[in-house]
């Protein structure tokens, strides 16, 4: 949840997304009570431009201008949270997320964030890819057409996860 996406002056900022983040960050606090690890991944491209080709020209969430600046608003604790930066859609390509989870023993991933059809979705492939029993909070993802989010979601249920909402996670 970076500036370009949660802002409505940010580059893909879209509808919804402010929304989202508040049901993003409720979900993170109940998670916390739960003593559930927290890991944000923060999508960020180089000053110099030169991983932003692999996102076709997509000038977003550069490290020049802010854009790929965690919200204010997430309740990040820097003594027990995890910040990973990430320069692919993948929170798993050239990051240290399988290190990480592997380490504190979690082979269940709970995944929440913009955009369900790019780094939700890969996220989740590579994450089931490695073996990880992966959950998607429908509730808490989004992208910028409600048609495209609801057929990812789909085939993320059936191919390679579960999608359920906050709700029934957390029974609350």
């Not at 940010?10 to 509808?15: F, I, L, M, P």
């Not at 600046?69 to 990040?76: E, G, Y």
Request: proline share 2%; with cysteine.
């Amino acid at each position: 949840m970076v500036y370009d996406f949660v802002n409505p002056l940010g580059r893909v900022y879209y509808e919804g997304n402010r929304d989202l983040l508040e049901k993003v960050n409720r979900l993170i606090l109940q998670c916390k009570d739960k003593g559930m690890l927290i890991i944000y991944l923060q999508h960020s491209h180089r000053r110099n431009k030169f991983d932003a080709g692999l996102t076709r020209g997509r000038l977003n969430c550069m490290e020049t201008d802010g854009g790929d600046a965690l919200d204010p608003s997430l309740p990040i604790n820097q003594d027990e949270d995890f910040i990973l930066k990430k320069r692919r859609y993948s929170g798993f390509a050239y990051t240290d997320l399988d290190l990480i989870l592997k380490e504190h023993g979690i082979n269940k991933i709970y995944i929440c964030g913009t955009k369900t059809n790019n780094c939700v979705r890969s996220t989740v492939e590579d994450g089931y890819h490695l073996g990880y029993d992966v959950w998607v909070i429908k509730d808490c993802v989004a992208t910028n057409d409600p048609n495209v989010n609801q057929v990812h979601l789909q085939d993320i249920d059936k191919y390679y996860g579960h999608v359920v909402s906050s709700t029934d996670l957390l029974g609350e």
